[in-house]
């Protein structure tokens, strides 16, 4: 069974950062490409960032690159977002997402990130 | 920057059928964006229902479909349940790694 179990997220202050973990589980983690996809209070989905299974090559959506890194470790089937320079409107939950056939294929419960003085 | 469209909120009267569309603020939608589809209930994780235009995911109903009808991609949902009313999102892959999703439509079943 396919597990993508989030963790990291809390209350953060504006300019602070944050890393988000997502341990994967039942599928072979090093063979797929991962997203982080966010979801602001009462707003659609916005993907982040993608990296890909092979080489890691790493996109990233206009409103977060460099400030947002996406990575991760085989060895733990773990992906990770660092997030710097926080702000208001970074304030989501973030789903972390498994990529197959082209689409989002599995997603996790979501991390909820508050960014707030 | 590209837009992906999706109409804000549809009713469907149950047992019917509806078709949800998925387009772009500048250009027609094609097989080539990959286009997927998503459904959301209040508190939940999404849940797909359709990658690659038509395949639908594992587990997904036979009434849930997708297509291309003109510009747009399309969800359509035949003999409508009260289960279904939820929020569906259309994602397309632009290209060079990018993703972007829909605004999503509120589908309401009454």
């Known amino acids: 069974e396919v597990q993508l179990l989030e963790s990291g997220g809390t209350l953060v202050q504006p300019g602070g950062s944050l890393r988000l973990s997502c341990a994967a589980s039942?599928?072979?983690?090093?063979?797929?490409?991962m997203s982080w996809v966010r979801q602001a209070p009462e707003k659609g989905l916005e993907w982040v960032t993608i990296?890909?299974?092979?080489?890691?090559?790493?996109h990233y959506a206009d409103s977060v690159k460099g400030r947002f890194t996406i990575s991760r470790d085989t060895s733990k089937n773990t992906l990770y977002l660092q997030m710097n320079s926080l702000r208001a409107e970074d304030t989501a939950v973030y789903y972390c997402?498994?990529?197959?056939?082209?689409?989002?294929?599995?997603w996790g419960q979501g991390a909820l990130v508050t960014v707030s003085s | 920057q590209t837009v992906v469209t999706q109409e804000a909120s549809f009713s469907v009267s149950p047992g019917g059928t509806v078709t949800l569309t998925c387009g772009l603020s500048?250009?027609?939608?094609?097989?080539?964006?990959?286009p997927s589809w998503y459904q959301q209930t209040p508190g939940q994780s999404p849940r797909t229902l359709i990658h690659s235009t038509d395949t639908r995911s594992s587990g997904v109903p036979v009434r849930f479909s997708g297509s291309i009808l003109g510009n747009k991609a399309a969800l359509t949902i035949t003999g409508a349940q009260a289960d279904d009313e939820s929020v569906y999102f259309c994602?397309?892959?632009?290209?060079?790694?990018?993703?972007?999703f829909g605004g999503g439509t509120k589908l309401t079943v009454l």
């Open positions: 990296i890909s299974a092979r080489d890691e090559t790493t």
């Open positions: 994602a397309l892959y632009m290209g060079s790694g990018i993703w972007v």
């Open positions: 997402a498994k990529h197959a056939n082209w689409a989002f294929d599995f």
């Open positions: 039942g599928f072979t983690f090093s063979s797929h490409a």
């Open positions: 500048s250009g027609s939608v094609s097989t080539a964006y990959c």
